[in-house]
């Protein structure tokens, strides 16, 4: 049988790596997403294409997606196939924030709907990197970054005050107007403008008391005890794409984590 649109920039795997078949297949699909031949919500080649071009089994080629999918690198579709999953505001709310509005004892077994918030920018400077920055992003303290603080309302309050850091040499034409009239979220406008997708992030939380400055954002007293957290978004090959500071105000919110077990 002849498979139609077979992806010409795949080729046979040699299969003498030290790395199981399926984890040289995920990496070689991560390869192709990165290179950008397969944009955000663009379809993947059949199964049986890529399988064709990689030289490998279906159950192999499936191994390596269901990995994919479960990274949120990859989306299936049923009756439609596979695609690369799209940074939207449904999966910015499942996987990166993380602030929900505490309920009272009485409604501990109610499930809440997770609130969009209301994001302004009030911020926007290209600057040189602290050694923090540097250090996060791996680059040159001194090398241009850009520097943007947001902050983001829920329910009219202000909760969180956010500041971002991106590197000037990723995000290259990135302009303010650019940033702000987005149509959707900010790492949406990652990938779909400057073709990088984040895929995780790491974070780190610590007690501090408010600077004057972010307490004024927040609307609480200067010195106001407030949640810090550090996070560091990865792309492909645990390259950092940006580095964010949050502070959060937790009088009437909590910071939500939701673990899963792995085997």
Request: glycine share 4%.
């Amino acid at each position: 049988m002849e498979i139609k649109n077979k992806p010409g920039h795949l080729k046979p795997l040699a299969g003498a790596a030290s790395l199981p078949l399926y984890r040289q297949v995920k990496r070689e699909l991560q390869k192709i997403i990165e290179a950008g031949h397969y944009g955000s919500g663009k379809p993947l080649p059949s199964e049986a294409a890529l399988a064709l071009a990689l030289q490998i089994s279906i159950g192999t080629l499936r191994h390596a997606v269901d990995e994919l999918v479960h990274e949120h690198v990859l989306v299936r579709r049923q009756g439609k196939g596979t695609f690369v999953a799209p940074h939207n505001n449904a999966r910015f709310m499942f996987q990166f924030f993380h602030i929900e509005p505490r309920s009272a004892p009485e409604d501990d077994d109610t499930l809440l709907e997770q609130e969009f918030p209301e994001i302004a920018c009030i911020g926007f400077a290209r600057d040189k990197a602290d050694a923090a920055e540097a250090r996060a992003l791996r680059i040159k303290p001194g090398e241009p970054v850009f520097r943007i603080e947001n902050k983001l309302a829920l329910r009219r309050r202000v909760v969180v005050h956010d500041k971002l850091t991106l590197s000037a040499a990723m995000f290259r034409n990135l302009t303010e107007k650019r940033f702000v009239e987005r149509p959707s979220t900010v790492y949406a406008l990652y990938q779909t403008d400057f073709g990088i997708t984040v895929l995780r992030a790491q974070e780190r939380a610590r007690a501090v008391a408010a600077g004057k400055a972010v307490a004024r954002v927040l609307s609480v007293p200067d010195a106001f005890p407030v949640i810090e957290v550090h996070r560091l978004a990865l792309t492909f090959g645990d390259k950092p794409v940006e580095y964010r500071v949050s502070t959060i105000n937790t009088q009437a919110h909590d910071y939500v984590s939701v673990l899963s077990k792995t085997s």
